[in-house]
């Protein structure tokens, strides 16, 4: 997450005004371990969150990006960094998930955006499916998305649930998980397709996406510093109170 948004923040910028604008790019990720991601501005912890932390049964983390806590470990985390898009932000979503919905159909599982209202009462991203979200036909949530805009500029994340854990997944949000269909392809194979199918569709990659691009010790040393700003931590004093433990948004 620090890294998306240091990608954001204009690292290989392409303009030398004052106010960098970022260069374009795609990454696709997972998780070491389970790990609850929390959007910027969500204040409210479930305090079973904390005991399953304190328990070792996942990190918990927060994303520079919106919306409701998203269980990783079962999923693949894509990124998108997309100077100046163009139109409303309903308009860009479409235009930033088309590489999903070709990429799903093309397995034989078509994808549908979502159609409910956005909630702020659930603390879980899969609990609702909005515009910005990519449903089966039964219903089944399979993508969720959220964005940060910053200088007209856009950072969007998104969670494909792959194989999610039904155990982990009640505990930390008490109902089971999307009822999804197994993919035809895993591993590499999925993520070399989706990465075919990004390059072909997201505007600013210019079928540049899927060359790996490994950051250098430099670049990792100047991320670093930063990577408390993403840390969800205990209180040494055993007070969970979100707003002594989170570092607030500015």
């Not at 540049?208 to 205990?234: C, D, K, Q």
């Amino acid at each position: 997450m620090a890294i998306d948004a240091w990608l954001l923040d204009g690292q290989g910028a392409v303009d030398s005004a004052a106010a960098a604008v970022p260069a374009p790019a795609f990454r696709l990720y997972r998780w070491l371990r389970p790990t609850l991601s929390l959007g910027w501005h969500q204040r409210h912890l479930e305090p079973h969150w904390w005991d399953l932390a304190r328990q070792g049964r996942l990190d918990l983390v927060r994303r520079p990006s919106g919306g409701r806590a998203v269980l990783h470990g079962g999923d693949l985390t894509y990124a998108l960094v997309w100077p100046r898009p163009q139109g409303t932000r309903a308009q860009v979503y479409g235009q930033a998930l088309a590489w999903l919905i070709e990429a799903f159909a093309a397995m034989g599982q078509p994808l549908l955006g979502g159609s409910q209202a956005a909630s702020l009462q659930r603390s879980s991203c899969f609990a609702t499916s909005t515009a910005a979200d990519l449903v089966h036909a039964n219903g089944a949530k399979r993508v969720g998305s959220a964005q940060l805009w910053r200088a007209g500029h856009l950072l969007q994340h998104g969670s494909i649930q792959l194989d999610p854990c039904p155990v982990l997944w009640r505990e930390v949000f008490g109902d089971n998980p999307p009822d999804l269909d197994p993919l035809p392809l895993a591993a590499e194979n999925l993520e070399q397709h989706l990465y075919r199918s990004a390059g072909r569709w997201l505007p600013p990659l210019e079928g540049n996406v899927g060359e790996r691009m490994p950051l250098s010790p430099a670049a990792l040393a100047t991320i670093a510093p930063h990577l408390e700003r993403y840390r969800v931590t205990l209180s040494v004093s055993g007070d969970t109170s979100p707003e002594l433990t989170m570092p607030r948004a500015t």
